[in-house]
């Protein structure tokens, strides 16, 4: 496993733009396939975008679909959403995944998670 920690996450008005970094440490990072979700008061926890270890696939659910972008530079460690164009319905906090699978990290079965990072989206 990889220890993740996010960051970026704060207050922003509706059609702001945030980017959100998400570190690991403890293993070899270039080896994991990587994947943000976010989850909403009251709501179940909700794929956001996910990432191929070498970052030559993507893949988002129609819901951020043209608005996210996720990359990652692995001689840092480190996995990135930007998140352009928001919408109050984007409140949540975003939490940063890992597994050697893509297909685990879509799935929400990562077996690494890091701790997450509050976004709100005033209107």
């Known amino acids: 496993q990889v220890q993740l920690v996010e960051s970026g996450g704060g207050l922003v008005q509706a059609g702001g733009s945030l980017r959100l970094s998400c570190a690991a440490s403890g293993r070899t990072f270039s080896a994991y396939a990587m994947g943000w979700f976010r989850q909403a008061p009251g709501k179940e926890r909700e794929f956001v975008a996910a990432i191929s270890w070498a970052g030559g696939s993507t893949y988002y659910p129609d819901s951020v679909k043209g608005r996210f972008t996720i990359s990652r530079v692995n001689a840092k460690n480190t996995v990135y959403l930007q998140m352009n164009s928001l919408k109050p319905e984007d409140t949540a906090v975003y939490y940063c995944?890992?597994?050697?699978?893509?297909?685990?990290?879509?799935?929400?079965?990562?077996?690494?998670w890091g701790q997450g990072t509050q976004v709100t989206v005033s209107s």
């Open positions: 995944a890992a597994d050697p699978l893509f297909r685990t990290v879509v799935a929400g079965n990562s077996g690494s």
